[in-house]
């Protein structure tokens, strides 16, 4: 396993009075950065089914839905993958057509947008049904007037379901579906020589077929980045709310990005291919109602972007189906787009997740629940602390950040919740400032005192997260 410095984690244990302070120190290392961050690494996915026209001929996705404008904007939204299982299921659905798809790109560029992974169907209930001509026929208009802002295409959504597969009376096995894809993947080259793809988004844990397709494919020169989902805590389906927010809080969710990680991500990294989470989030089937919807939502985030990114992943994409609790952007009471607290996670990394990863140190002696990551932007190291002791006895963090050879004026900001309330749904801040659809985040730095040269000190109170901006030399 290649071992990636930029994070060291200390167990969970919950100790002491409910205000009490444990000592921290957080040294970004001296030694050369790591990989450089993707400029589109934070990015949502939605089911191929959102494009298409409501009742009234509106789109969802157009430049003129301000309000899912603004809140891209406001999270630092840079990738878009549309797909899911409306790609293709239940083959009823309608494929969208070049209205559908010039409304989805004026929104991309009205939302400044970097990239779109955009997915066809793989499954035919016939032969007749001719998809492959007719995936080579969108791709094609795609490619001649949005190929700037295409990533890629993919072709199908999570085949390594029994469920999914089935459907198609010629795919019966990793083989047959593999062959299948490339007689697809090659009407599109046919129709545009430098179509590029990314597959195979397989479901969240079936990691062979990943690692197959990989393997199959890497020589081929078609494949841009190789996708796969995870869903963290599995299925929501009757867990309960506290259980939910102390998994995502809990060193286990840590544990379960290493082993996927080993399983995964070390074989395709083997292979010199990229991968990408193209569908992510806490629980599939929905997620868990008062816990995927609360401010333990957007601690988990925060610390599933870090934790990656330090991992090279290409980037991650937090699935947003139409409309369940784990859903980023989300309507409100009154049907206005709104954000989970999970949305004030994915902006805290865009504020400290822009540039390459850093190694950090962490010493830690009383064993705080607490992960810190390191990434030096453009002349600045940003240093991203998340304690996520919660509850009682929860533990406020005194950290020290020492960064050798910094120059002074260290700014921090901070993720809060009103008293550390990790099942919080409302009154969540980022800088002091709320996150919302009416206009943009307003959230500000503060200068942050320093010690002795080069070291910070900063109380991260329990159940938040600081990001502390220090001037390099």
Same mark, same amino acid.
């Given at each position: 396993?290649?071992?990636?410095?930029?994070?060291?984690?200390?167990?969970?244990l919950? @100790?002491?009075?409910?205000?009490?302070?444990?000592?921290? @120190?957080?040294?970004?290392? #001296?030694?050369?950065? *790591?990989?450089?961050?993707?400029?589109?690494f934070?990015?949502?996915?939605?089911?191929?089914?959102?494009?298409?026209?409501?009742?009234?001929?509106?789109?969802?996705?157009?430049?003129?839905?301000k309000?899912?404008?603004?809140?891209?904007q406001? %999270?630092?939204?840079?990738? %878009?993958?549309?797909?899911?299982?409306?790609?293709?299921?239940?083959?009823?659905?309608?494929?969208?057509?070049?209205?559908?798809?010039?409304?989805?790109?004026?929104?991309?560029?009205?939302?400044?947008?970097?990239?779109?992974?955009? #997915?066809?169907?793989?499954?035919? @209930?016939d032969?007749?049904?001719?998809?492959?001509?007719?995936?080579a026929?969108?791709?094609?208009?795609?490619?001649?007037?949005?190929?700037?802002?295409?990533?890629?295409?993919?072709?199908? +959504?999570?085949?390594?379901?029994?469920?999914?597969?089935?459907?198609?009376?010629?795919? &019966?096995?990793?083989v047959?579906?593999?062959?299948?894809w490339?007689?697809?993947?090659?009407?599109?080259?046919?129709?545009?020589?430098?179509?590029?793809?990314?597959?195979?988004?397989?479901?969240?844990?079936?990691?062979?077929?990943?690692?197959?397709?990989?393997?199959?494919?890497?020589?081929? *020169?078609?494949?841009?980045?190789? &996708?796969? =989902?995870?869903?963290?805590?599995?299925?929501?389906?009757?867990?309960?709310?506290?259980?939910?927010?102390?998994?995502?809080?809990?060193?286990?969710?840590?544990?379960?990005?290493?082993?996927?990680?080993?399983?995964?991500?070390?074989?395709?990294?083997?292979?010199?291919?990229?991968y990408?989470?193209?569908?992510?989030?806490?629980?599939?089937?929905?997620?868990?109602p008062?816990?995927?919807?609360?401010?333990?939502?957007?601690?988990?985030?925060?610390?599933?972007? =870090?934790?990656?990114?330090? =991992?090279?992943?290409?980037?991650?994409?937090?699935?947003?189906?139409?409309?369940v609790?784990?859903?980023?952007?989300?309507?409100?009471?009154?049907?206005?787009?709104?954000?989970?607290?999970?949305?004030?996670?994915?902006?805290?990394?865009? %504020?400290?997740? =822009?540039?390459?990863?850093?190694?950090?140190?962490?010493?830690?002696?009383?064993?705080?629940?607490?992960?810190?990551?390191?990434?030096?932007?453009?002349?600045?190291?940003?240093?991203?602390?998340?304690?996520?002791?919660?509850?009682?006895?929860?533990?406020?963090?005194?950290? &020290?950040?020492?960064?050798?050879?910094?120059?002074?004026?260290?700014?921090v900001?901070?993720?809060?919740?009103?008293?550390?309330?990790?099942?919080?749904?409302?009154?969540?801040?980022?800088?002091?400032?709320?996150? +919302?659809?009416?206009?943009?985040?307003?959230?500000k730095?503060?200068?942050?005192?320093?010690?002795?040269?080069?070291?910070?000190?900063?109380?991260?109170?329990?159940?938040?997260?600081?990001i502390?901006?220090?001037?390099?030399?």
């Open positions: 396993m290649k071992l990636i410095p930029s994070l060291l984690y200390a167990g969970c919950v @100790t002491g009075t409910a205000l009490a302070q444990s000592p921290v @120190t957080v040294t970004i290392g #001296s030694g050369t950065p *790591g990989a450089a961050i993707p400029t589109d934070i990015g949502l996915s939605f089911g191929m089914k959102t494009l298409l026209p409501d009742g009234a001929g509106g789109h969802f996705f157009s430049a003129t839905n309000p899912l404008v603004t809140l891209f406001n %999270l630092g939204i840079a990738h %878009l993958r549309m797909g899911g299982t409306t790609v293709e299921s239940p083959p009823t659905v309608a494929i969208p057509g070049n209205a559908d798809i010039d409304n989805l790109f004026a929104f991309v560029q009205a939302a400044q947008v970097k990239k779109v992974i955009y #997915s066809l169907r793989l499954l035919e @209930t032969n007749a049904q001719h998809y492959a001509e007719t995936n026929a969108i791709a094609k208009y795609i490619w001649s007037k949005y190929q700037p802002y295409l990533d890629c295409f993919a072709i199908g +959504n999570e085949p390594d379901r029994r469920a999914v597969y089935s459907q198609d009376p010629t795919i &019966t096995n990793f047959t579906y593999r062959n299948k490339r007689q697809f993947a090659t009407a599109i080259t046919d129709a545009v020589p430098e179509a590029k793809f990314g597959g195979p988004d397989a479901g969240s844990g079936n990691v062979s077929w990943t690692t197959r397709f990989a393997r199959a494919e890497k020589n081929a *020169g078609i494949l841009r980045v190789v &996708t796969e =989902h995870f869903y963290v805590g599995g299925a929501g389906k009757d867990v309960a709310a506290q259980q939910g927010i102390d998994a995502m809080l809990s060193p286990g969710w840590i544990a379960a990005n290493q082993k996927l990680y080993d399983k995964m991500a070390t074989p395709v990294l083997a292979d010199g291919l990229p990408r989470f193209t569908e992510a989030n806490d629980h599939y089937s929905g997620g868990v008062g816990a995927s919807d609360t401010y333990a939502g957007a601690l988990w985030a925060l610390d599933f972007l =870090h934790w990656w990114a330090a =991992h090279e992943a290409r980037g991650v994409n937090f699935h947003n189906t139409q409309w609790v784990n859903d980023v952007i989300t309507p409100d009471a009154n049907r206005r787009l709104t954000i989970n607290p999970k949305g004030f996670g994915i902006k805290a990394f865009d %504020l400290g997740g =822009h540039g390459s990863t850093e190694p950090v140190t962490i010493s830690n002696s009383e064993g705080i629940n607490l992960t810190a990551y390191a990434v030096r932007g453009a002349g600045e190291h940003f240093v991203t602390l998340i304690n996520k002791e919660h509850g009682a006895g929860a533990r406020e963090a005194k950290v &020290t950040v020492a960064a050798p050879g910094a120059a002074k004026g260290a700014t900001m901070f993720l809060t919740a009103p008293d550390g309330d990790a099942a919080a749904k409302t009154g969540v801040t980022l800088g002091g400032a709320s996150i +919302n659809a009416d206009g943009p985040w307003l959230g730095w503060k200068p942050l005192p320093a010690g002795k040269p080069g070291q910070y000190a900063v109380k991260v109170p329990a159940a938040s997260a600081a502390v901006r220090v001037p390099a030399q």
